[in-house]
Protein backbone atom coordinates (compact mmCIF):
# COMPACT_ATOMS: atom_id res chain seq x y z
CA UNK A 1 0.00 0.00 0.00
CA UNK A 2 1.20 3.22 -0.73
CA UNK A 3 1.74 5.76 1.88
CA UNK A 4 1.74 2.54 4.19
CA UNK A 5 4.76 3.64 6.51
CA UNK A 6 3.90 7.83 7.08
CA UNK A 7 0.36 6.12 8.78
CA UNK A 8 2.08 3.53 10.40
CA UNK A 9 4.35 5.81 12.14
CA UNK A 10 1.88 8.41 13.17
CA UNK A 11 -0.75 5.47 14.58
CA UNK A 12 2.90 4.65 16.37
CA UNK A 13 2.67 8.03 18.40
CA UNK A 14 -0.54 8.28 19.26
CA UNK A 15 -1.81 7.23 22.37
CA UNK A 16 -4.61 4.71 21.98
CA UNK A 17 -7.53 7.23 23.20
CA UNK A 18 -6.65 9.30 20.07
CA UNK A 19 -6.76 6.20 17.93
CA UNK A 20 -10.08 5.84 18.40
CA UNK A 21 -10.91 8.37 16.15
CA UNK A 22 -8.95 7.05 13.24
CA UNK A 23 -12.09 4.78 12.00
CA UNK A 24 -13.35 1.86 12.49
CA UNK A 25 -13.82 2.08 16.14
CA UNK A 26 -16.56 3.32 18.10
CA UNK A 27 -14.92 6.73 20.26
CA UNK A 28 -17.41 7.07 22.32
CA UNK A 29 -17.99 2.95 22.96
CA UNK A 30 -21.56 3.62 22.31
CA UNK A 31 -23.90 2.10 19.52
CA UNK A 32 -24.65 4.14 16.63
CA UNK A 33 -28.63 4.30 17.41
CA UNK A 34 -27.88 4.83 20.90
CA UNK A 35 -25.82 7.82 19.91
CA UNK A 36 -28.42 9.36 17.83
CA UNK A 37 -31.34 8.94 20.48
CA UNK A 38 -28.99 11.09 22.77
CA UNK A 39 -28.78 13.86 20.12
CA UNK A 40 -32.23 13.74 19.75
CA UNK A 41 -33.01 13.93 22.48
CA UNK A 42 -30.87 17.00 23.26
CA UNK A 43 -32.84 18.80 19.75
CA UNK A 44 -36.15 17.70 21.72
CA UNK A 45 -34.74 19.51 25.25
CA UNK A 46 -34.53 22.46 23.21
CA UNK A 47 -37.37 22.44 21.89
CA UNK A 48 -39.22 21.83 25.56
CA UNK A 49 -37.12 24.96 27.08
CA UNK A 50 -38.22 27.19 23.89
CA UNK A 51 -41.57 26.34 25.20
CA UNK A 52 -40.59 27.14 29.16
CA UNK A 53 -38.77 29.88 27.95
CA UNK A 54 -41.67 31.29 26.36
CA UNK A 55 -43.38 31.19 29.84
CA UNK A 56 -41.34 32.47 31.91
CA UNK A 57 -40.99 35.39 29.65
CA UNK A 58 -44.55 35.88 28.98
CA UNK A 59 -45.63 35.87 32.60
CA UNK A 60 -42.72 38.11 33.63
CA UNK A 61 -44.28 40.21 31.17
CA UNK A 62 -47.72 40.34 32.19
CA UNK A 63 -48.78 42.33 35.63
CA UNK A 64 -50.62 39.61 37.47
CA UNK A 65 -50.40 35.52 36.38
CA UNK A 66 -53.13 32.85 38.12
CA UNK A 67 -51.07 31.51 40.48
CA UNK A 68 -51.01 27.51 40.36
CA UNK A 69 -52.40 26.41 43.91
CA UNK A 70 -55.57 28.00 43.05
CA UNK A 71 -55.94 26.88 39.40
CA UNK A 72 -54.60 23.27 40.26
CA UNK A 73 -56.64 22.66 43.38
CA UNK A 74 -58.95 19.62 41.83
CA UNK A 75 -59.15 16.12 42.02
CA UNK A 76 -61.37 13.40 40.63
CA UNK A 77 -63.89 12.13 42.62
CA UNK A 78 -65.37 15.56 44.27
CA UNK A 79 -61.61 16.51 45.56
CA UNK A 80 -61.52 20.28 45.68
CA UNK A 81 -59.35 23.27 47.33
CA UNK A 82 -56.13 20.89 48.02
CA UNK A 83 -53.45 22.47 46.12
CA UNK A 84 -51.12 20.15 43.74
CA UNK A 85 -52.48 16.87 45.11
CA UNK A 86 -53.21 15.67 41.84
CA UNK A 87 -50.43 16.83 39.62
CA UNK A 88 -48.30 15.08 42.57
CA UNK A 89 -49.64 12.08 42.01
CA UNK A 90 -49.44 12.32 37.99
CA UNK A 91 -45.62 13.02 38.64
CA UNK A 92 -45.07 9.86 40.86
CA UNK A 93 -46.51 8.03 37.94
CA UNK A 94 -43.97 8.92 35.51
CA UNK A 95 -41.26 8.66 38.38
CA UNK A 96 -42.58 4.89 38.98
CA UNK A 97 -42.63 3.95 35.22
CA UNK A 98 -39.17 5.50 35.32
CA UNK A 99 -37.99 2.99 38.03
CA UNK A 100 -39.43 0.07 35.99
CA UNK A 101 -38.09 1.13 33.08
CA UNK A 102 -34.52 0.74 34.59
CA UNK A 103 -35.57 -2.14 35.61
CA UNK A 104 -36.76 -3.59 32.10
CA UNK A 105 -32.88 -2.61 30.90
CA UNK A 106 -31.53 -4.57 33.90
CA UNK A 107 -33.53 -7.42 32.64
CA UNK A 108 -32.18 -7.18 29.18
CA UNK A 109 -28.19 -6.90 30.11
CA UNK A 110 -28.91 -10.03 31.80
CA UNK A 111 -30.96 -11.50 28.75
CA UNK A 112 -34.14 -12.44 30.62
CA UNK A 113 -37.12 -12.15 28.44
CA UNK A 114 -39.55 -12.74 30.75
CA UNK A 115 -38.44 -9.90 33.34
CA UNK A 116 -37.84 -7.52 30.67
CA UNK A 117 -41.69 -8.14 29.46
CA UNK A 118 -43.00 -7.74 32.96
CA UNK A 119 -41.06 -4.47 33.64
CA UNK A 120 -42.05 -3.18 30.47
CA UNK A 121 -45.93 -3.90 30.84
CA UNK A 122 -45.78 -1.99 34.57
CA UNK A 123 -43.70 0.87 32.50
CA UNK A 124 -46.89 0.88 29.71
CA UNK A 125 -49.13 0.93 32.80
CA UNK A 126 -47.65 4.26 34.60
CA UNK A 127 -47.30 5.97 31.38
CA UNK A 128 -51.33 5.55 30.51
CA UNK A 129 -51.98 6.10 33.73
CA UNK A 130 -50.68 9.29 33.55
CA UNK A 131 -52.15 9.92 30.08
CA UNK A 132 -55.67 9.14 31.79
CA UNK A 133 -54.97 11.74 34.52
CA UNK A 134 -54.12 13.91 32.31
CA UNK A 135 -57.28 13.57 29.70
CA UNK A 136 -59.33 14.02 33.39
CA UNK A 137 -56.86 17.76 33.95
CA UNK A 138 -58.63 18.82 30.82
CA UNK A 139 -61.17 17.88 30.62
CA UNK A 140 -61.98 19.32 34.42
CA UNK A 141 -60.15 22.50 32.59
CA UNK A 142 -62.14 22.71 29.69
CA UNK A 143 -65.44 21.10 30.86
CA UNK A 144 -66.18 22.88 34.22
CA UNK A 145 -63.80 25.82 34.05
CA UNK A 146 -64.02 26.91 30.59
CA UNK A 147 -60.09 27.48 30.13
CA UNK A 148 -59.16 27.56 26.00
CA UNK A 149 -56.54 28.85 24.50
CA UNK A 150 -57.75 31.88 23.59
CA UNK A 151 -59.64 32.47 26.60
CA UNK A 152 -58.46 32.34 30.80
CA UNK A 153 -61.36 32.42 33.59
CA UNK A 154 -58.39 32.42 35.70
CA UNK A 155 -58.27 36.06 36.86
CA UNK A 156 -56.35 38.06 39.83
CA UNK A 157 -57.24 41.11 42.04
CA UNK A 158 -55.13 43.94 41.66
CA UNK A 159 -56.48 45.84 44.31
CA UNK A 160 -58.37 44.96 47.99
CA UNK A 161 -62.24 45.39 48.06
CA UNK A 162 -65.67 44.17 48.79
CA UNK A 163 -67.77 42.65 46.38
CA UNK A 164 -71.32 43.52 45.81
CA UNK A 165 -74.65 41.02 47.06
CA UNK A 166 -76.98 40.42 44.75
CA UNK A 167 -79.01 43.85 46.09
CA UNK A 168 -76.02 45.90 44.71
CA UNK A 169 -74.78 46.61 47.72
CA UNK A 170 -71.21 45.90 49.31
CA UNK A 171 -71.58 42.37 51.03
CA UNK A 172 -69.26 40.54 53.77
CA UNK A 173 -67.28 39.30 51.15
CA UNK A 174 -63.70 40.76 50.53
CA UNK A 175 -60.55 40.14 48.76
CA UNK A 176 -56.87 41.57 49.07
CA UNK A 177 -54.34 42.40 46.45
CA UNK A 178 -53.11 39.15 44.71
CA UNK A 179 -56.72 36.96 45.68
CA UNK A 180 -57.60 34.84 43.13
CA UNK A 181 -61.02 34.14 41.26
CA UNK A 182 -62.21 31.98 38.49
CA UNK A 183 -65.11 33.45 36.28
CA UNK A 184 -68.12 30.90 36.20
CA UNK A 185 -70.58 30.69 33.81
CA UNK A 186 -73.72 31.26 34.14
CA UNK A 187 -76.58 29.18 32.13
CA UNK A 188 -78.94 31.08 29.68
CA UNK A 189 -82.89 30.42 31.03
CA UNK A 190 -84.86 33.33 29.30
CA UNK A 191 -88.34 32.39 31.04
CA UNK A 192 -86.73 33.92 34.15
CA UNK A 193 -88.01 37.16 35.45
CA UNK A 194 -85.09 39.50 36.99
CA UNK A 195 -86.54 38.94 40.61
CA UNK A 196 -85.97 35.15 40.10
CA UNK A 197 -82.10 35.74 38.51
CA UNK A 198 -81.19 37.86 41.18
CA UNK A 199 -83.08 35.27 43.62
CA UNK A 200 -80.61 32.68 42.53
CA UNK A 201 -77.54 34.49 43.47
CA UNK A 202 -79.05 35.05 46.90
CA UNK A 203 -77.13 33.06 50.34
CA UNK A 204 -74.60 32.33 47.94
CA UNK A 205 -71.42 33.48 49.63
CA UNK A 206 -69.32 30.73 48.57
CA UNK A 207 -67.39 30.09 45.01
CA UNK A 208 -70.71 28.59 43.55
CA UNK A 209 -69.91 26.19 40.36
CA UNK A 210 -72.05 27.22 37.47
CA UNK A 211 -76.03 26.47 37.92
CA UNK A 212 -76.60 30.76 38.23
CA UNK A 213 -79.25 31.08 35.68
CA UNK A 214 -79.95 34.08 34.14
CA UNK A 215 -82.71 35.51 31.52
CA UNK A 216 -79.70 37.37 29.18
CA UNK A 217 -76.68 37.30 28.19
CA UNK A 218 -74.57 40.91 27.59
CA UNK A 219 -76.81 42.02 30.65
CA UNK A 220 -75.50 44.30 33.57
CA UNK A 221 -77.65 42.85 36.47
CA UNK A 222 -76.28 45.98 39.01
CA UNK A 223 -74.14 43.69 41.37
CA UNK A 224 -72.91 41.58 37.99
CA UNK A 225 -72.50 41.68 34.39
CA UNK A 226 -72.51 38.82 32.04
CA UNK A 227 -71.02 39.01 29.33
CA UNK A 228 -71.85 37.70 25.40
CA UNK A 229 -70.69 33.83 26.21
CA UNK A 230 -72.15 33.82 29.79
CA UNK A 231 -69.47 34.75 31.96
CA UNK A 232 -69.95 36.03 35.10
CA UNK A 233 -68.17 39.44 35.62
CA UNK A 234 -68.90 40.00 39.52
CA UNK A 235 -68.92 43.48 40.32
CA UNK A 236 -66.90 44.91 43.76
CA UNK A 237 -65.97 48.27 45.27
CA UNK A 238 -62.25 49.07 45.59
CA UNK A 239 -61.17 49.51 48.99
CA UNK A 240 -57.27 50.09 48.00
CA UNK A 241 -56.46 50.64 44.93
CA UNK A 242 -55.67 52.96 42.13
CA UNK A 243 -59.18 54.36 42.19
CA UNK A 244 -60.68 53.37 45.59
CA UNK A 245 -64.56 54.03 46.01
CA UNK A 246 -65.09 53.26 42.76
CA UNK A 247 -67.32 50.03 41.32
CA UNK A 248 -65.35 47.77 39.08
CA UNK A 249 -66.04 44.69 37.55
CA UNK A 250 -63.49 41.31 37.41
CA UNK A 251 -61.64 40.91 34.02
CA UNK A 252 -60.61 37.85 32.60
CA UNK A 253 -57.26 36.75 33.34
CA UNK A 254 -53.81 37.04 31.01
CA UNK A 255 -55.14 35.12 27.61
CA UNK A 256 -51.81 33.45 27.27
CA UNK A 257 -51.38 30.90 30.61
CA UNK A 258 -54.19 29.28 28.82
CA UNK A 259 -52.65 28.86 25.43
CA UNK A 260 -49.03 28.22 27.06
CA UNK A 261 -50.73 25.25 29.53
CA UNK A 262 -52.34 23.46 26.57
CA UNK A 263 -49.42 24.02 24.25
CA UNK A 264 -46.45 22.71 26.50
CA UNK A 265 -48.22 20.07 28.67
CA UNK A 266 -50.10 19.14 25.41
CA UNK A 267 -46.91 18.89 23.50
CA UNK A 268 -45.67 16.82 26.66
CA UNK A 269 -48.31 14.69 26.96
CA UNK A 270 -47.97 13.83 23.05
CA UNK A 271 -44.30 12.58 23.77
CA UNK A 272 -45.79 10.29 26.37
CA UNK A 273 -48.17 8.75 24.48
CA UNK A 274 -45.86 8.43 21.34
CA UNK A 275 -43.34 6.79 24.15
CA UNK A 276 -46.11 4.05 25.39
CA UNK A 277 -47.09 3.55 21.61
CA UNK A 278 -43.09 2.20 21.06
CA UNK A 279 -42.82 0.64 24.15
CA UNK A 280 -45.55 -1.24 23.24
CA UNK A 281 -43.91 -1.78 19.83
CA UNK A 282 -40.68 -3.13 21.66
CA UNK A 283 -42.60 -4.79 24.65
CA UNK A 284 -44.32 -7.24 21.49
CA UNK A 285 -41.06 -7.77 20.13
CA UNK A 286 -39.33 -8.50 23.24
CA UNK A 287 -41.83 -11.11 23.58
CA UNK A 288 -41.74 -12.51 20.37
CA UNK A 289 -37.90 -13.23 20.88
CA UNK A 290 -36.39 -11.00 18.71
CA UNK A 291 -33.81 -9.05 20.71
CA UNK A 292 -33.15 -12.48 22.42
CA UNK A 293 -31.66 -13.86 19.01
CA UNK A 294 -29.76 -10.49 18.36
CA UNK A 295 -27.42 -10.99 21.51
CA UNK A 296 -26.85 -7.73 21.83
CA UNK A 297 -28.89 -7.04 25.63
CA UNK A 298 -31.89 -6.33 24.39
CA UNK A 299 -30.21 -2.53 23.24
CA UNK A 300 -33.67 -1.74 21.46
CA UNK A 301 -35.35 -1.56 25.11
CA UNK A 302 -32.10 0.68 26.48
CA UNK A 303 -33.18 3.44 23.58
CA UNK A 304 -36.49 3.50 24.71
CA UNK A 305 -35.69 3.32 28.06
CA UNK A 306 -33.71 6.86 27.36
CA UNK A 307 -36.42 8.44 24.96
CA UNK A 308 -38.87 7.40 28.51
CA UNK A 309 -36.33 8.46 30.86
CA UNK A 310 -36.24 11.85 28.91
CA UNK A 311 -40.14 12.22 29.41
CA UNK A 312 -39.49 11.86 32.93
CA UNK A 313 -36.55 14.64 32.87
CA UNK A 314 -39.29 17.39 31.12
CA UNK A 315 -42.09 16.93 33.51
CA UNK A 316 -39.80 17.21 35.92
CA UNK A 317 -39.62 21.08 34.63
CA UNK A 318 -42.51 21.26 33.46
CA UNK A 319 -44.17 20.22 37.17
CA UNK A 320 -41.58 23.29 38.67
CA UNK A 321 -42.62 26.01 36.06
CA UNK A 322 -46.75 25.15 35.42
CA UNK A 323 -47.11 23.53 39.29
CA UNK A 324 -44.53 24.85 41.79
CA UNK A 325 -43.43 27.87 41.01
CA UNK B 1 -23.63 -0.45 31.67
CA UNK B 2 -22.98 -0.49 34.85
CA UNK B 3 -20.27 -3.11 34.60
CA UNK B 4 -19.13 -2.31 38.32
CA UNK B 5 -22.48 -3.31 40.42
CA UNK B 6 -23.13 -6.69 40.87
CA UNK B 7 -26.56 -7.52 40.15
CA UNK B 8 -28.54 -7.20 43.69
CA UNK B 9 -26.20 -3.98 43.88
CA UNK B 10 -28.09 -2.54 41.05
CA UNK B 11 -31.02 -3.43 41.68
CA UNK B 12 -30.68 -1.90 45.24
CA UNK B 13 -29.12 1.13 44.00
CA UNK B 14 -32.46 1.69 41.64
CA UNK B 15 -34.65 1.28 44.80
CA UNK B 16 -32.74 3.96 46.13
CA UNK B 17 -33.50 6.15 43.19
CA UNK B 18 -36.92 5.85 43.23
CA UNK B 19 -36.71 6.86 46.88
CA UNK B 20 -34.47 9.63 46.49
CA UNK B 21 -36.44 11.32 44.13
CA UNK B 22 -40.01 10.86 45.90
CA UNK B 23 -38.81 12.42 48.69
CA UNK B 24 -36.94 15.44 46.73
CA UNK B 25 -40.80 15.74 44.98
CA UNK B 26 -43.07 15.66 48.24
CA UNK B 27 -40.23 18.22 49.81
CA UNK B 28 -40.81 20.13 46.53
CA UNK B 29 -44.54 19.96 46.94
CA UNK B 30 -44.29 21.32 50.93
CA UNK B 31 -41.79 24.13 50.01
CA UNK B 32 -44.14 25.07 47.08
CA UNK B 33 -47.62 25.01 49.57
CA UNK B 34 -44.73 26.60 52.40
CA UNK B 35 -44.33 29.55 50.33
CA UNK B 36 -48.24 30.22 49.16
CA UNK B 37 -49.12 29.70 52.91
CA UNK B 38 -50.81 26.61 53.77
CA UNK B 39 -48.73 25.57 56.26
CA UNK B 40 -50.23 28.21 58.86
CA UNK B 41 -47.32 29.99 57.99
CA UNK B 42 -48.47 33.67 56.28
CA UNK B 43 -45.12 34.50 54.43
CA UNK B 44 -46.08 36.21 51.39
CA UNK B 45 -44.41 39.90 52.74
CA UNK B 46 -41.25 38.51 53.13
CA UNK B 47 -40.16 38.61 49.72
CA UNK B 48 -36.89 36.93 50.48
CA UNK B 49 -38.22 33.68 51.99
CA UNK B 50 -40.27 33.70 48.36
CA UNK B 51 -36.77 33.65 46.45
CA UNK B 52 -35.25 31.52 48.45
CA UNK B 53 -38.19 28.72 48.22
CA UNK B 54 -38.14 29.87 44.12
CA UNK B 55 -33.96 29.35 44.78
CA UNK B 56 -34.63 26.16 46.50
CA UNK B 57 -37.72 24.59 44.13
CA UNK B 58 -35.01 25.25 40.83
CA UNK B 59 -32.14 23.64 42.72
CA UNK B 60 -33.96 20.70 43.39
CA UNK B 61 -35.02 20.48 40.05
CA UNK B 62 -31.18 20.19 38.58
CA UNK B 63 -30.73 18.39 40.73
CA UNK B 64 -33.62 15.69 39.91
CA UNK B 65 -32.56 16.09 36.21
CA UNK B 66 -29.01 15.35 37.33
CA UNK B 67 -30.01 12.25 39.13
CA UNK B 68 -32.32 10.91 36.23
CA UNK B 69 -29.88 11.93 34.10
CA UNK B 70 -26.50 10.42 35.49
CA UNK B 71 -28.21 7.54 37.05
CA UNK B 72 -31.31 6.51 35.05
CA UNK B 73 -30.12 7.46 31.59
CA UNK B 74 -26.44 5.94 32.74
CA UNK B 75 -24.75 9.13 31.41
CA UNK B 76 -22.14 8.46 34.60
CA UNK B 77 -21.00 5.35 33.29
CA UNK B 78 -20.35 6.56 29.68
CA UNK B 79 -17.26 7.96 27.90
CA UNK B 80 -16.63 11.64 29.16
CA UNK B 81 -16.59 13.10 25.58
CA UNK B 82 -19.80 12.01 25.28
CA UNK B 83 -21.23 13.33 27.73
CA UNK B 84 -19.89 16.61 27.43
CA UNK B 85 -21.19 16.55 23.59
CA UNK B 86 -24.94 16.57 24.95
CA UNK B 87 -24.56 18.64 28.14
CA UNK B 88 -22.35 21.55 27.24
CA UNK B 89 -24.61 22.65 24.50
CA UNK B 90 -27.65 22.98 26.82
CA UNK B 91 -25.26 25.78 28.42
CA UNK B 92 -26.29 27.73 25.43
CA UNK B 93 -30.02 27.83 27.22
CA UNK B 94 -28.21 30.12 29.93
CA UNK B 95 -28.24 33.19 27.74
CA UNK B 96 -31.60 32.35 26.53
CA UNK B 97 -33.05 32.68 30.54
CA UNK B 98 -31.08 35.98 30.52
CA UNK B 99 -32.19 37.49 27.24
CA UNK B 100 -35.76 36.60 27.49
CA UNK B 101 -36.74 37.16 31.25
CA UNK B 102 -34.70 40.68 30.63
CA UNK B 103 -37.28 41.42 27.80
CA UNK B 104 -40.57 40.29 29.63
CA UNK B 105 -39.36 42.37 32.31
CA UNK B 106 -38.73 45.55 30.24
CA UNK B 107 -41.95 44.37 28.34
CA UNK B 108 -44.13 44.46 31.54
CA UNK B 109 -42.72 48.24 32.80
CA UNK B 110 -43.47 49.93 29.53
CA UNK B 111 -47.00 48.13 28.72
CA UNK B 112 -48.49 51.22 30.18
CA UNK B 113 -46.32 53.31 27.68
CA UNK B 114 -47.24 51.38 24.86
CA UNK B 115 -50.81 51.44 25.47
CA UNK B 116 -50.64 55.04 26.11
CA UNK B 117 -49.14 55.88 22.71
CA UNK B 118 -51.59 53.36 20.99
CA UNK B 119 -54.63 55.68 22.32
CA UNK B 120 -52.86 58.86 21.37
CA UNK B 121 -54.72 60.94 18.54
CA UNK B 122 -53.16 63.11 15.63
CA UNK B 123 -53.79 66.50 16.50
CA UNK B 124 -52.84 67.97 13.16
CA UNK B 125 -49.83 68.69 10.64
CA UNK B 126 -46.71 68.72 12.17
CA UNK B 127 -45.71 72.25 13.13
CA UNK B 128 -42.51 72.91 11.65
CA UNK B 129 -39.56 72.62 14.54
CA UNK B 130 -36.45 73.31 13.62
CA UNK B 131 -36.13 70.48 11.69
CA UNK B 132 -38.19 70.50 8.53
CA UNK B 133 -40.56 67.60 8.56
CA UNK B 134 -42.71 66.53 5.50
CA UNK B 135 -46.30 67.79 5.07
CA UNK B 136 -47.61 64.11 5.47
CA UNK B 137 -45.89 63.76 9.30
CA UNK B 138 -48.12 64.18 11.96
CA UNK B 139 -47.05 64.77 15.50
CA UNK B 140 -48.60 62.60 18.69
CA UNK B 141 -49.95 64.68 21.36
CA UNK B 142 -49.74 62.35 24.05
CA UNK B 143 -51.47 63.04 27.45
Not at chain 1, 300 to 309: D, N, S, T
Not at chain 2, 84 to 100: C, D, G
Request: glycine content about 10%; overall charge negative.
Amino acid sequence: MAGHDTTEMEHDVHTEQENAWDGGTQPFRISYGKLMMWYFLLSDAFTFAGFLIAYGTLRFSSATWPVPDFVFSTAPFGVEHRPLIFVTIMSFLLIISSVTMVRAVQEGHRENKRGVVFWMLLTVLGGAGFLGCQAWEWTNLIGNEHMTVTRNPFGTHVESGVYLGPDGKPSEETFNVGGSYLMHKAELNTSLSDEEVVAGFSGHDDEGHGGHAVNAYDKDYGFMYVDEEGFIHRKFVVEEGEKPGSVQMELFGPVAFGALFFFITGFHGFHVLSGVAFLLIILINSASGIYAERKNGYEMVEKIGLYWHFVDLVWVFVFLVFYLL
Amino acid sequence: MSTHKTYEESIRSVYKGLALLAVVTLFEVFLSLFGKGYMGVDVHEYTWVLAIIAIGLIVLSLYKAYFIIYEFMHMGYEVKGLAMSVLLPVLLLVWALIAFFQEGNSWKERREDVKMRQEAKPTGPAQQQGMLLPEDVYLLQLS
